[in-house]
C-alpha cells in the first residue's frame, strides 16, 4: 500500500477501548441484530455507551466471563450479532474453555472484545494485564484476530469485525493512543498498513508498538538507516504477501508487540518467513515475564516496549544482516 | 467433512397437514410440526430408541450408554409431544429448541432425531466412526439441524439462555430446553447461569436435570453431593419441579407448568434410572461409558423385546 503520508504527528487521541465503545454504539445503530454482553467492567470497556443507547440489547452478565462467552454463543446460534466485551485477561484466560467449545469449534459469528491489554495498564498489576491473549485467541480455528494501534483503525476495524461472519477477537488498549492515521483511512482485515517504505530493514508493528516504530524510523532515518514500518492491526489471518515482500525487499525484520514474544505476532511472521523468504529477524515484545505495578511509562521503558528497543532491535538485525 | 443433510426425503405422512403458528406476530406463514404423539406411542418409541441406543454404542464399541438410557422418555416426550419443531423446516426461526448438555449422551438424541426424521434412521450404527454424521458428541458441522454442538460439561444452560433472549427480542413464541446430567451441575459455569437465568427472567427456558444419581467415577454422593438439587435451583431463583423422569405423563404435566411459569425460568429435576430398561445396566456405574459386549447387546436386547 502507498504511504499514506510521511510525517506523523502523533497526537495523543482516544484509547482504543473507548474508540471500540463509541463504534459499537454506531455498529448498533446500523445493525439491529448486534448485541452486547458485558461482565461488570463496562464503564471501562466502554460498552457502557451502548448500553446507554440500546438498553433492551445489552445484557449484564455480572463477573462471569465463562457464562458471558456462553450466552453470546446462544445469540449467535439464534442469528444475533453478539459482542462479549471485558478486559483481555478475564474474558479470554476465564472463557478460553468456552471461546474454544461453544465459540470456535462450531465456528459461531462471535466478536469478543478484550480491553486494557498488555501491559501497559500500569499499576493494577500483572493480574489485570493480559499479555498472551494474542497467543491463546490465535491458537483457536477459524478465530479472526485484530490489534489496532489508534482510534481511527478501531473504528473502522470494528465495524469490519460486525460485517464479517464468523469469530472474531479485538485487542484493544487502556491508554490514550498516538492518531496515526487520516480519519479517511481504510482498512481491509488481514490487509497490513505499510505506513512507510524503506529498504534497509522492515519494522512489523502492531498496537502501541505501531506509533514506538514510527518514532524509531524517524531517529533511523537520521543515522543515514532506511527502515520500512508496517501496522499488523491483523494478527490472524496474518498478511503473507507483505510479509514475503518486506524480507525479499529489505532482508531484515524485526518485529515488536506488547505480547510475550512466545506466541506473538513476531512468532507467526516468523513462521511465514520461514516459510517464504528467511532472512534476519529481531523481536521486541516480553521476554518470559510477567511485568508490575508502575505507571504506564515506566513500565513500558523498564520492560523494553519503547521506540528506543525497536532501534536497538534494528541495529542487531543490520549487524546480523552483514 | 459431509456436506449438509438433505431434508427433502421426509415421508408428508409424518406431519399434520400444515397447522397454523398464530401466537407470534413475526410469525407469519403455515408451517408443518411434529405430530403429537399419545402416551402409548411414545412408549413405543421410547423402546424402540432403547434397542438403537444399544445397537449404536454396540456397534461403536465404546460411549455413553448409561446416560442415554436414563433420558430417554425425557427426551421423546421433548421431541414427540412438547416441541414445536418441524424436521422439513430445521432451520423455522420460531421453532422450539433442544440442546443436550450432557453431550455425552448423544445417542439418545441420535435415536430422536433420526426417529424424527432429521437424520438417517440406517446410518445410527456408524456411530463413532470416521466420516459418521454421527459424531462422538453432538457436532453442528455434522448435523446443522443441531442446535448446539456440546461435550464439554456445564456450558448448555448458557447457550439456552442466549437463544431464549434472541427469541425474546425477536418477539417469538421460541422456547428452549436443555438437558444437563447431574454430575454436570458440579460445573461452577452452571450456577453462573442459573445466576443468569433468573436475573434476566428467562422464562422460555427450561432447565432438565437427568437425575440418575452416578457419574463416571461412579456414584454422585461419592463423588460431588449434589443434594438438595431442588432447593439449589431455587436458591437460585428458578421455578423448580421435582418428577419422575420415565413417566411421560408426569414430564408432559412439568413441561407445561413450565409453560404456565411467567418471570423465572423452569428446572425440571427428572428423577431417573441410569441404564434404564437393561437391568444389568441399571443403577450400575460400569455403564456410564463403557460399550456392551456382543454378547451383552443380545442380553439387552432381549429384555427390550
Known amino acids: 500500500m502507498i504511504p499514506t503520508k510521511t510525517k506523523f504527528d502523533l497526537k495523543l487521541g482516544m484509547a482504543t477501548r473507548e474508540a471500540f465503545g463509541k463504534a459499537l454504539v454506531e455498529a448498533g445503530r446500523r445493525n439491529k441484530d448486534v448485541v452486547v454482553c458485558d461482565a461488570d467492567l463496562s464503564k471501562s470497556t466502554y460498552t457502557s455507551l451502548f448500553h446507554h443507547e440500546f438498553p433492551d440489547r445489552f445484557f449484564s452478565c455480572g463477573i462471569a466471563e465463562a457464562n458471558m462467552v456462553a450466552i453470546a454463543a446462544g445469540f449467535a446460534y439464534a442469528g444475533k450479532i453478539p459482542v462479549a466485551a471485558s478486559f483481555s485477561c478475564f474474558v479470554v484466560n476465564k472463557g478460553f474453555e468456552q471461546l474454544r467449545v461453544t465459540v470456535a469449534y462450531p465456528k459461531l459469528n462471535v466478536k469478543i472484545v478484550g480491553t486494557h491489554s498488555g501491559i501497559s495498564i500500569g499499576e493494577d498489576g500483572p493480574s489485570q494485564m493480559s499479555v498472551e491473549e494474542t497467543a491463546l485467541a490465535c491458537s483457536l480455528p477459524g478465530f479472526v484476530v485484530l490489534s489496532p494501534a489508534d482510534e481511527v483503525s478501531t473504528t473502522a476495524l470494528v465495524h469490519a469485525a460486525i460485517d464479517h461472519v464468523g469469530p472474531v477477537f479485538i485487542r484493544t488498549g487502556r491508554m490514550k493512543a498516538p492518531v496515526i492515521y487520516p480519519a479517511e483511512q481504510k482498512f481491509e482485515i488481514g490487509k497490513a498498513v505499510e505506513l512507510i517504505d524503506g529498504s534497509d530493514v522492515t519494522v512489523i508493528a502492531t498496537g502501541l508498538l505501531v506509533a514506538e516504530a514510527i518514532r524509531a524510523q524517524e531517529a533511523l532515518e537520521a543515522e543515514g538507516i532506511s527502515v520500512r514500518v508496517i501496522d499488523f492491526h491483523t494478527v490472524k489471518p496474518l498478511d503473507r504477501e507483505t510479509i514475503t515482500r518486506a524480507a525479499a525487499e529489505t532482508g531484515a525484520i524485526v518485529v515488536a508487540e506488547e505480547h510475550l514474544i512466545d506466541g506473538g505476532l513476531g512468532v507467526r511472521v516468523a513462521q511465514a518467513v520461514a516459510e517464504t523468504h528467511p532472512c534476519v529477524m529481531e523481536f521486541v515484545g516480553l521476554h518470559d515475564t510477567y511485568a508490575e505495578s508502575g505507571s504506564p511509562e515506566q513500565l513500558l521503558d523498564k520492560y523494553g516496549l519503547i521506540s528506543r528497543d525497536v532501534i536497538a532491535a534494528v541495529h542487531r538485525a543490520l549487524a546480523r544482516k552483514k | ?305
Not at chain 2, 403458528?21 to 403455515?30: H, L, N, V, W
Not at chain 2, 438410557?69 to 422439513?88: C, G, I, K, W
Not at chain 2, 467415577?217 to 423422569?245: Q, S, T, Y
Open chain 2, 1 to 305: 467433512m459431509p456436506g449438509p443433510i438433505s431434508h427433502s426425503k421426509i415421508e408428508p405422512d409424518s406431519f399434520t397437514p400444515f397447522r397454523r403458528c398464530s401466537s407470534s406476530a413475526s410469525c407469519k406463514i403455515e408451517v408443518p410440526m411434529m405430530q403429537k404423539k399419545t402416551v402409548p406411542e411414545m412408549q413405543v418409541i421410547a423402546k424402540r430408541m432403547r434397542r438403537e441406543i444399544i445397537e449404536m454404542i454396540g456397534a461403536a464399541k465404546s460411549g455413553h450408554p448409561g446416560g442415554s438410557l436414563s433420558a430417554v422418555e425425557l427426551v421423546v416426550t421433548l421431541y414427540f409431544n412438547e416441541m414445536r419443531h418441524d424436521p422439513a423446516n430445521p432451520k423455522w426461526a420460531d421453532r422450539d429448541r433442544f440442546i443436550l448438555s450432557k453431550g455425552h449422551a448423544a445417542p439418545v438424541l441420535y435415536a430422536a432425531m433420526a426417529e424424527s426424521g432429521y437424520t438417517p434412521l440406517d446410518q445410527l450404527n456408524t456411530l463413532r466412526k470416521l466420516g459418521s454424521i454421527y459424531q462422538g458428541h453432538p457436532d453442528v458441522r455434522f448435523i446443522p439441524s443441531l442446535e448446539a454442538s456440546t461435550g464439554s460439561l456445564g456450558e448448555g444452560v448458557s447457550l439456552a439462555l442466549g437463544m431464549a433472549l434472541a427469541a425474546r427480542l425477536n418477539a417469538s413464541p421460541s422456547r428452549t430446553y436443555v438437558m444437563l446430567g447431574d454430575g454436570e451441575i458440579q460445573e461452577g459455569q452452571v450456577w453462573e447461569s442459573a445466576m443468569f437465568g433468573a436475573f434476566h427472567k428467562v422464562d422460555n427456558v427450561v432447565a432438565i436435570v437427568d437425575y440418575n444419581g452416578i457419574q463416571l467415577d461412579g456414584f454422585v454422593k461419592d463423588i460431588m453431593e449434589v443434594k438438595p438439587l431442588a432447593d439449589k435451583w431455587r436458591a437460585f431463583g428458578w421455578h423448580a419441579i421435582e418428577i419422575n423422569g420415565h413417566d411421560i405423563p408426569a414430564i408432559q404435566a412439568a413441561f407445561q407448568e413450565a409453560a404456565g411459569t411467567k418471570g423465572v425460568p423452569t428446572a425440571i429435576i427428572a428423577h431417573t434410572i441410569k441404564g434404564k430398561g437393561v437391568s444389568f445396566m441399571e443403577n450400575n456405574p460400569k455403564f456410564h461409558g463403557t460399550a456392551p459386549t456382543p454378547d451383552e447387546v443380545k442380553l439387552a436386547l432381549q429384555e427390550l423385546q
